[in-house]
């Protein structure tokens, strides 16, 4: 049987769409046909240049799918999934001592591997090979593909994100109204967070966030003291002027400065002065996507699902980026070529 894959050759050279081969599995990988991936901001950046990427690639880690043949031990032909954005070995010390799988020292991350090296590690594809050292989760029968592909990269990292808020926290601040923003207000919601606002320059994304239950910032917000604020905006500038609103003892985590782009001045002052928590948080470790599941399960996804652009097919990926990169979808999705073998 023959994939079909996306594949990357260099930052310059563009995308081709290639036939091969599947895989067989060997012990203790899964081979899954997929049903639909998104595109996420870190994919994004990559194909700006703001992010190098291991070519050949075959970019996309946000995605669900059907397992086509298994031998994982507790995973069958024919169960919806989704998986961990990367295989940890179990043994170094960033699983074992730091309890930080997701910088495993011979970590593999889907969508950022060569495919030379580690083929079929994609989600721009009609199939996946999930690795041995990958948490892969059966989903819940009532959760749609379009906010379950997003579940494994955007909601995981942003269920790290709020996993600790400080004591109280009625007041939270998002800068940021993309998807990564649009899930941490549901997260504050479920949390139990009574005031959340949003800083987005963006009218749409404000009005996305607006329906999701966050406030917009005012200009002149000098009044306002927030417990948490969740920088989600992958936009340096943004961190500074954010200090400020932010009442002794907040803390301040940040999650999408991953890029090359991500330099800027800041007044160390007014972190020691205020006893502030600053926190980077790249990633998740596997329990993070298990409550991020559990939690959109419980939320009223509603307000999501119309924000996430129909499916494009595969062949026509650049539709699918000039989508993605006009803003006005929360999240852009692809689905395999229909012609695809399954």
């Not at 060569?114 to 994609?122: A, F, M, N, Q």
């Not at 989760?137 to 990269?153: E, G, I, V, Y």
């Not at 919601?189 to 320059?201: A, F, K, L, Q, W």
Request: with cysteine; proline share 8%.
């Amino acid at each position: 049987m023959t994939g079909q894959q996306l594949l990357l050759e260099s930052p310059s050279s563009g995308f081709r769409l290639v036939s091969k081969d599947l895989p067989s599995p060997a012990e203790g990988e899964v081979l899954v046909r997929i049903t639909l991936a998104t595109l996420c901001g870190s994919d994004l950046h990559t194909l700006a240049g703001r992010r190098s990427a291991p070519t050949p690639c075959v970019l996309g880690h946000e995605a669900v799918g059907v397992i086509v043949a298994s031998k994982k031990e507790g995973l069958t032909e024919g169960q919806r999934v989704t998986w961990s954005l990367a295989s940890s070995c179990g043994s170094c010390q960033a699983c074992k001592e730091w309890n930080l799988p997701q910088k495993c020292a011979r970590l593999l991350k889907y969508g950022h591997s060569r495919e030379d090296t580690h083929p079929w590690s994609g989600c721009y594809a009609s199939h996946i090979l999930l690795r041995p050292g990958t948490t892969i989760l059966p989903l819940p029968p009532l959760l749609p593909d379009r906010l379950a592909a997003p579940a494994n990269c955007a909601f995981a990292t942003i269920t790290h994100a709020t996993e600790q808020l400080p004591a109280p926290c009625r007041r939270a601040l998002v800068i940021g109204g993309g998807l990564l923003g649009l899930f941490a207000i549901l997260a504050l919601r479920e949390r139990g967070v009574e005031e959340i606002y949003v800083s987005d320059p963006d009218e749409q994304r404000v009005a996305m966030a607006r329906r999701c239950g966050a406030l917009p910032l005012p200009q002149e917000a000098t009044e306002l003291r927030f417990d948490f604020a969740l920088e989600a905006a992958g936009v340096a500038a943004a961190i500074s002027p954010a200090l400020p609103l932010l009442r002794p003892g907040a803390h301040f985590v940040w999650t999408g400065l991953v890029h090359d782009q991500c330099h800027f001045q800041l007044d160390g002052s007014l972190i020691v002065r205020g006893n502030l928590r600053v926190q980077g948080i790249h990633n998740y470790a596997p329990r993070h996507l298990e409550q991020a599941l559990r939690i959109l399960q419980t939320v009223d996804t509603s307000v999501l699902e119309d924000l996430i652009a129909a499916p494009v097919p595969l062949a026509h990926f650049e539709q699918a980026l000039e989508l993605a990169q006009s803003g006005q979808w929360a999240r852009v999705s692809v689905e395999p070529n229909p012609a695809s073998p399954s």
